[in-house]
Structures are given as C-alpha cells and as structure tokens.
C-alpha cells in the first residue's frame, strides 16, 4: 500500500507553486502597508487563478469534464476555504499571538485549508465519473 498516492503528490506540488505565489504576496503587500483583508484577498486570488489551472490539468487531469462547472465548485469551495476560513484563522492567530511574524497566521490558515481543498476538489470539483462502455460517463443518480 502506497503512503501517498501519484494524484496527492501532484497535488502537494501544485500546492507549493499556490502557496509560494500567495504567501510572498501577501507578506510583500502587507509590507507596503496594504490592509491585512485586502493583502490577503490579493495574494489568495491569484493564488486561486494558478491553482485552478494547475489542479484541473495537473492534478486531477479533468480536462475532459465541464470547465465551467469546474470553475464553478472550484471558486465556491476555495473562495470559502480562503476568504472565510483562512481570513477567520489569521485573525485568531494574529489576536492569540500579538507581534507574531506576519506569515505564521497565513501559514496557519494554509494548513487548514490544505484538507480541506483537496478532499473537496477529490470528491466533488474534479471528481472523476465512472464512464459506460461507449466511454461517456455514467448519469449521477441521487442517494438523496
């Protein structure tokens, strides 16, 4: 049984580009006396835009599958995960620690979003669908 599977590997790598192009983002706006907010809504954008890119045709190789609706449960679980959960962990962080470097709030809120995007991206964004023997895949059926 393999630790880490290919897809988690690619994902860990992808997760490195996206947390370098946020994080240094962030500190570099933050630094030139951008409001935390909105360094954070910067960095975690662009961020964002590199990740989505790099998961669907990287990661996941979900080139086949729906790009809009792609996009669109990519945003919503990421846009959450970033601007609600990050935004919510770097002001714990900042208020439990006052005076702390300013990337050890950000890299806080990283790590709780990392399980979080990828058992979302996994399961529901570029879920892979099982295909019929004309190579179309299956409808869902609701177990609602």
């Known amino acids: ?45 662009t961020g964002m835009l590199l990740s989505f890119t790099l998961n669907r045709n990287f990661t996941f190789r979900a080139k086949d599958g729906d790009v809009r609706r792609q996009a669109l449960l990519f945003f919503a679980v990421t846009a959450f995960g970033l601007w609600v959960v990050q935004a919510l962990i770097i002001l714990a962080v900042t208020k439990a620690f006052p005076g702390v470097h300013v990337l050890i709030p950000k890299f806080a809120g990283i790590a709780v979003g990392l399980v979080w995007n990828y058992l979302l991206y996994h399961k529901v964004v570029f879920r892979q669908r ?7 895949p299956v409808p869902e059926v609701s177990h609602d």
């Not at 099982?130 to 179309?136: E, K, V, W």
Request: glycine share 10%.
């Open 130 to 136: 099982p295909a019929t023997a004309a190579g179309t």
């Open 1 to 45: 049984m393999k630790l880490i599977t290919a897809t988690q590997l690619r994902f860990g790598l992808v997760g490195v580009a996206n947390t370098l192009v946020d994080a240094l983002g962030y500190a570099l706006l933050v630094t030139v006396g951008v409001p935390l907010f909105a360094a954070n809504f910067a960095s975690t954008t």
